[in-house]
Protein backbone atom coordinates (compact mmCIF):
# COMPACT_ATOMS: atom_id res chain seq x y z
CA UNK A 1 0.00 0.00 0.00
CA UNK A 2 1.05 3.14 -1.13
CA UNK A 3 2.07 6.05 1.52
CA UNK A 4 -0.90 8.37 -0.48
CA UNK A 5 -3.04 5.73 0.41
CA UNK A 6 -2.34 5.36 3.98
CA UNK A 7 -2.84 9.20 4.59
CA UNK A 8 -6.13 8.57 2.92
CA UNK A 9 -7.30 6.43 5.27
CA UNK A 10 -6.02 7.82 8.31
CA UNK A 11 -7.88 10.82 7.31
CA UNK A 12 -10.87 8.60 6.76
CA UNK A 13 -10.29 7.87 10.99
CA UNK A 14 -10.26 11.28 11.89
CA UNK A 15 -7.06 12.94 11.34
CA UNK A 16 -6.84 15.80 9.32
CA UNK A 17 -4.77 16.01 6.18
CA UNK A 18 -1.76 17.09 7.40
CA UNK A 19 -2.13 15.08 10.75
CA UNK A 20 -1.88 11.89 8.49
CA UNK A 21 1.16 13.21 6.55
CA UNK A 22 3.25 14.19 9.56
CA UNK A 23 2.07 10.76 11.37
CA UNK A 24 3.35 8.71 7.88
CA UNK A 25 6.88 10.76 7.84
CA UNK A 26 7.34 9.98 11.56
CA UNK A 27 6.79 6.40 10.91
CA UNK A 28 8.70 6.23 7.99
CA UNK A 29 11.78 7.41 9.84
CA UNK A 30 11.93 5.44 12.82
CA UNK A 31 13.95 8.23 14.56
CA UNK A 32 12.59 11.13 16.37
CA UNK A 33 12.50 14.41 13.91
CA UNK A 34 12.38 17.73 14.58
CA UNK A 35 9.30 20.06 13.18
CA UNK A 36 12.25 21.25 10.20
CA UNK A 37 12.43 18.28 9.12
CA UNK A 38 9.49 16.70 9.47
CA UNK A 39 7.85 19.75 7.00
CA UNK A 40 10.61 18.39 5.01
CA UNK A 41 9.81 15.08 5.05
CA UNK A 42 6.05 15.25 4.66
CA UNK A 43 5.28 18.21 2.42
CA UNK A 44 3.32 20.03 5.18
CA UNK A 45 3.76 23.82 5.40
CA UNK A 46 6.97 24.94 8.36
CA UNK A 47 4.37 27.64 8.88
CA UNK A 48 1.70 24.68 10.64
CA UNK A 49 4.60 22.02 10.74
CA UNK A 50 4.14 22.75 15.04
CA UNK A 51 0.62 23.26 14.95
CA UNK A 52 0.48 19.88 13.33
CA UNK A 53 2.40 17.72 15.51
CA UNK A 54 1.07 19.66 18.58
CA UNK A 55 -2.04 18.06 17.84
CA UNK A 56 -0.38 14.69 16.81
CA UNK A 57 0.86 14.94 20.73
CA UNK A 58 -2.62 16.10 21.85
CA UNK A 59 -4.20 12.62 20.22
CA UNK A 60 -1.39 10.71 21.70
CA UNK A 61 -0.03 9.43 17.82
CA UNK A 62 3.32 10.98 18.53
CA UNK A 63 5.61 11.95 21.60
CA UNK A 64 7.97 14.95 21.98
CA UNK A 65 11.27 14.10 23.01
CA UNK A 66 14.48 15.91 23.71
CA UNK A 67 16.96 15.76 21.14
CA UNK A 68 19.95 17.37 23.18
CA UNK A 69 21.50 20.76 22.04
CA UNK A 70 19.15 19.85 19.28
CA UNK A 71 15.92 20.99 20.72
CA UNK A 72 12.73 19.17 20.67
CA UNK A 73 12.12 16.02 18.66
CA UNK A 74 8.92 13.88 17.63
CA UNK A 75 9.04 10.21 17.44
CA UNK A 76 5.32 8.09 16.44
CA UNK A 77 3.24 6.02 18.55
CA UNK A 78 3.86 2.60 16.79
CA UNK A 79 1.38 2.07 14.59
CA UNK A 80 -0.15 -1.27 15.71
CA UNK A 81 -0.87 0.35 18.77
CA UNK A 82 -2.19 4.06 17.18
CA UNK A 83 -4.62 1.32 15.53
CA UNK A 84 -5.48 -0.64 18.83
CA UNK A 85 -6.23 2.67 20.21
CA UNK A 86 -8.46 4.28 17.63
CA UNK A 87 -10.59 0.93 17.24
CA UNK A 88 -11.10 1.23 21.37
CA UNK A 89 -12.67 4.79 20.56
CA UNK A 90 -14.13 4.03 17.64
CA UNK A 91 -15.86 1.40 19.46
CA UNK A 92 -16.84 3.48 22.43
CA UNK A 93 -17.88 6.24 20.62
CA UNK A 94 -20.48 3.94 18.97
CA UNK A 95 -21.63 2.06 22.16
CA UNK A 96 -22.01 5.93 23.36
CA UNK A 97 -24.17 6.82 19.98
CA UNK A 98 -25.99 3.60 20.24
CA UNK A 99 -27.04 4.31 23.43
CA UNK A 100 -28.02 8.10 22.91
CA UNK A 101 -29.14 8.68 19.24
CA UNK A 102 -32.13 6.95 19.70
CA UNK A 103 -33.32 9.12 23.10
CA UNK A 104 -32.53 12.61 20.60
CA UNK A 105 -34.51 11.00 17.31
CA UNK A 106 -38.09 12.12 16.67
CA UNK A 107 -41.09 9.62 15.77
CA UNK A 108 -40.60 9.13 11.74
CA UNK A 109 -42.96 11.36 9.53
CA UNK A 110 -41.87 9.85 6.57
CA UNK A 111 -41.00 6.20 4.77
CA UNK A 112 -37.65 6.55 2.76
CA UNK A 113 -37.68 4.57 -0.50
CA UNK A 114 -34.80 5.68 -2.66
CA UNK A 115 -33.02 4.49 -5.69
CA UNK A 116 -30.02 2.06 -6.59
CA UNK A 117 -28.50 2.82 -9.73
CA UNK A 118 -25.66 -0.19 -9.67
CA UNK A 119 -24.09 -3.56 -8.03
CA UNK A 120 -22.06 -1.83 -5.73
CA UNK A 121 -24.86 0.47 -3.88
CA UNK A 122 -26.80 -2.29 -4.30
CA UNK A 123 -25.00 -4.75 -2.11
CA UNK A 124 -23.53 -1.55 -0.23
CA UNK A 125 -27.05 -0.74 1.11
CA UNK A 126 -28.12 -4.77 1.57
CA UNK A 127 -25.17 -4.74 4.00
CA UNK A 128 -26.43 -1.76 5.85
CA UNK A 129 -29.81 -3.82 6.27
CA UNK A 130 -28.28 -7.27 7.15
CA UNK A 131 -26.05 -4.80 9.76
CA UNK A 132 -29.01 -3.81 11.76
CA UNK A 133 -30.55 -7.20 11.98
CA UNK A 134 -31.30 -7.32 15.91
CA UNK A 135 -34.16 -9.79 15.39
CA UNK A 136 -34.43 -11.37 12.09
CA UNK A 137 -33.14 -11.31 8.86
CA UNK A 138 -34.68 -12.47 5.57
CA UNK A 139 -32.44 -13.43 2.65
CA UNK A 140 -33.15 -14.13 -1.50
CA UNK A 141 -30.72 -14.15 -3.89
CA UNK A 142 -28.13 -16.08 -6.35
CA UNK A 143 -25.03 -16.82 -4.82
CA UNK A 144 -23.11 -14.08 -6.58
CA UNK A 145 -24.90 -11.64 -4.22
CA UNK A 146 -25.49 -13.78 -1.29
CA UNK A 147 -21.67 -14.80 -0.41
CA UNK A 148 -20.71 -11.19 0.00
CA UNK A 149 -23.42 -10.33 2.60
CA UNK A 150 -22.25 -13.59 4.52
CA UNK A 151 -19.57 -12.35 6.95
CA UNK A 152 -22.63 -9.73 8.35
CA UNK A 153 -25.20 -12.54 8.31
CA UNK A 154 -22.85 -14.88 10.49
CA UNK A 155 -22.13 -12.35 12.92
CA UNK A 156 -26.00 -11.47 13.01
CA UNK A 157 -26.67 -15.12 13.79
CA UNK A 158 -23.83 -15.76 16.42
CA UNK A 159 -25.53 -12.49 17.96
CA UNK A 160 -29.33 -13.81 18.00
CA UNK A 161 -30.56 -13.09 14.64
CA UNK A 162 -32.56 -15.42 13.55
CA UNK A 163 -31.62 -15.60 10.02
CA UNK A 164 -33.91 -17.41 6.99
CA UNK A 165 -32.56 -17.39 3.26
CA UNK A 166 -33.23 -19.12 0.05
CA UNK A 167 -30.16 -19.18 -2.56
CA UNK A 168 -30.73 -19.86 -5.96
CA UNK A 169 -28.14 -22.52 -6.84
CA UNK A 170 -25.32 -24.12 -4.99
CA UNK A 171 -24.46 -22.83 -1.89
CA UNK A 172 -21.60 -25.12 -0.23
CA UNK A 173 -21.19 -22.73 3.13
CA UNK A 174 -24.63 -21.59 3.83
CA UNK A 175 -25.68 -19.30 6.46
CA UNK A 176 -28.24 -19.46 8.98
CA UNK A 177 -31.51 -21.82 7.87
CA UNK A 178 -31.19 -22.16 3.97
CA UNK A 179 -33.17 -23.31 1.34
CA UNK A 180 -31.95 -24.18 -1.85
CA UNK A 181 -34.41 -23.50 -4.41
CA UNK A 182 -35.11 -26.89 -5.89
CA UNK A 183 -38.54 -26.78 -7.60
CA UNK A 184 -36.79 -24.53 -10.23
CA UNK A 185 -33.78 -24.49 -11.63
CA UNK A 186 -31.98 -21.25 -11.38
CA UNK A 187 -31.53 -20.88 -15.07
CA UNK A 188 -35.49 -21.29 -15.03
CA UNK A 189 -36.07 -18.74 -12.34
CA UNK A 190 -33.68 -16.29 -14.05
CA UNK A 191 -35.28 -16.13 -17.28
CA UNK A 192 -38.45 -16.04 -15.78
CA UNK A 193 -37.92 -12.72 -13.91
CA UNK A 194 -35.41 -11.42 -16.46
CA UNK A 195 -32.69 -11.10 -13.54
CA UNK A 196 -30.90 -12.15 -10.48
CA UNK A 197 -33.05 -10.93 -7.95
CA UNK A 198 -31.87 -9.79 -4.51
CA UNK A 199 -34.67 -9.29 -1.47
CA UNK A 200 -32.89 -8.08 2.19
CA UNK A 201 -35.06 -7.71 5.01
CA UNK A 202 -34.20 -7.01 8.50
CA UNK A 203 -36.64 -6.63 11.63
CA UNK A 204 -39.12 -6.53 9.32
CA UNK A 205 -38.54 -2.62 9.44
CA UNK A 206 -36.65 -2.04 6.29
CA UNK A 207 -35.58 -3.94 3.18
CA UNK A 208 -33.50 -3.40 -0.08
CA UNK A 209 -34.99 -4.86 -3.32
CA UNK A 210 -32.84 -5.08 -6.17
CA UNK A 211 -31.67 -6.91 -9.61
CA UNK A 212 -28.73 -7.77 -11.04
CA UNK A 213 -27.69 -8.62 -14.53
CA UNK A 214 -24.50 -9.34 -15.36
CA UNK A 215 -22.35 -6.40 -13.29
CA UNK A 216 -25.50 -4.04 -14.28
CA UNK A 217 -28.00 -3.72 -11.29
CA UNK A 218 -31.10 -1.23 -10.09
CA UNK A 219 -33.71 -1.50 -7.03
CA UNK A 220 -34.91 -0.04 -3.97
CA UNK A 221 -34.58 0.30 -0.35
CA UNK A 222 -37.46 1.45 1.60
CA UNK A 223 -38.54 1.02 5.51
CA UNK A 224 -42.30 1.42 4.37
CA UNK A 225 -43.80 -1.21 6.13
CA UNK A 226 -46.08 -2.57 3.64
CA UNK A 227 -42.85 -3.26 0.54
CA UNK A 228 -41.33 -4.25 3.59
CA UNK A 229 -44.13 -6.81 4.26
CA UNK A 230 -44.41 -7.84 0.71
CA UNK A 231 -40.62 -8.62 0.96
CA UNK A 232 -40.59 -11.03 4.02
CA UNK A 233 -43.80 -12.54 2.15
CA UNK A 234 -41.94 -13.35 -0.97
CA UNK A 235 -38.95 -14.71 0.98
CA UNK A 236 -41.29 -16.76 3.42
CA UNK A 237 -43.65 -18.33 0.28
CA UNK A 238 -40.51 -19.50 -1.32
CA UNK A 239 -39.27 -21.41 1.85
CA UNK A 240 -43.08 -22.56 2.69
CA UNK A 241 -43.31 -24.07 -1.00
CA UNK A 242 -40.74 -26.31 -0.31
CA UNK A 243 -41.70 -27.72 2.91
CA UNK A 244 -44.82 -28.34 0.87
CA UNK A 245 -43.00 -29.81 -2.00
CA UNK A 246 -41.22 -32.55 0.04
CA UNK A 247 -44.14 -33.58 1.19
CA UNK A 248 -45.36 -34.66 -2.67
CA UNK A 249 -43.63 -37.44 -4.60
CA UNK A 250 -41.27 -36.09 -7.14
CA UNK A 251 -42.78 -37.44 -9.93
CA UNK A 252 -46.75 -36.02 -9.06
CA UNK A 253 -45.83 -32.74 -8.14
CA UNK A 254 -43.59 -32.08 -11.23
CA UNK A 255 -46.57 -33.29 -13.64
CA UNK A 256 -49.48 -31.09 -11.30
CA UNK A 257 -46.45 -27.86 -11.36
CA UNK A 258 -46.36 -28.38 -15.66
CA UNK A 259 -49.76 -28.53 -16.35
CA UNK A 260 -52.15 -27.17 -13.87
CA UNK A 261 -54.23 -24.20 -15.93
CA UNK A 262 -53.71 -21.86 -12.94
CA UNK A 263 -50.05 -22.50 -12.27
CA UNK A 264 -49.45 -21.77 -16.34
CA UNK A 265 -51.84 -18.65 -16.70
CA UNK A 266 -49.39 -17.53 -13.77
CA UNK A 267 -46.27 -18.25 -15.70
CA UNK A 268 -47.34 -16.61 -18.98
CA UNK A 269 -45.22 -13.85 -18.41
CA UNK A 270 -41.75 -14.12 -18.25
CA UNK A 271 -39.08 -10.92 -17.63
CA UNK A 272 -41.77 -8.68 -16.69
CA UNK A 273 -40.27 -8.65 -12.96
CA UNK A 274 -36.45 -7.04 -14.30
CA UNK A 275 -38.68 -5.02 -16.50
CA UNK A 276 -40.43 -3.41 -13.78
CA UNK A 277 -37.32 -3.18 -11.17
CA UNK A 278 -35.53 -1.07 -13.64
CA UNK A 279 -38.39 1.59 -14.57
CA UNK A 280 -38.99 1.80 -10.48
CA UNK A 281 -35.65 2.56 -10.30
CA UNK A 282 -35.52 5.38 -13.13
CA UNK A 283 -33.40 2.88 -15.74
CA UNK A 284 -34.16 2.87 -18.91
CA UNK A 285 -36.67 -0.17 -19.70
CA UNK A 286 -34.29 -2.13 -21.65
CA UNK A 287 -34.62 -4.90 -19.81
CA UNK A 288 -36.25 -8.23 -20.69
CA UNK A 289 -39.96 -7.69 -22.24
CA UNK A 290 -42.97 -9.36 -22.14
CA UNK A 291 -42.60 -13.01 -23.66
CA UNK A 292 -45.45 -16.53 -23.87
CA UNK A 293 -43.70 -19.35 -22.63
CA UNK A 294 -44.59 -22.22 -20.15
CA UNK A 295 -41.65 -23.13 -18.44
CA UNK A 296 -41.58 -23.32 -14.56
CA UNK A 297 -41.81 -20.10 -12.77
CA UNK A 298 -39.30 -19.10 -10.40
Same mark, same amino acid.
Given at each position: ? =? ?10 ? *?? =? ?10 ? &? ?23 ? @??? @? ?42 ? =? ?6 ? +????? /??? @? ?31 ? @? ?27 ? +??? $? ?30 ? /? ?10 ? #? ?10 ? $????? $? ?30 ? &? ?8 ? #? #? +? ?5 ? *???? #??
Amino acid at each position: M =SQQRVIEELQRL *GM =SGYEAKAYVALV &AAGAPLNGYEVAKRSGVPRSTVYET @LGK @LVGRGAAYEVRLGDAGVGYISLPPMSLLDRMRREFDQSISTLRE =SLPEVASP +TQVRL /IHN @LTDRSSLLTRAEDVVAAARRDLFLSGWPAEIEP @LKPLARRAEADGVDVSAVVFGDDPDPVGH +TTQ $HRFSSPKVALENLGCRLLVVVADREQAVIGGV /INDDAWGVYTDD #PAVVLVAVEYVR $HDIAM $HLIVEKFAAEDFETFWKSDPALLRLRADHGAP &ATLLRRGAGA #P #P +TGPGRRR *GTDT #PR
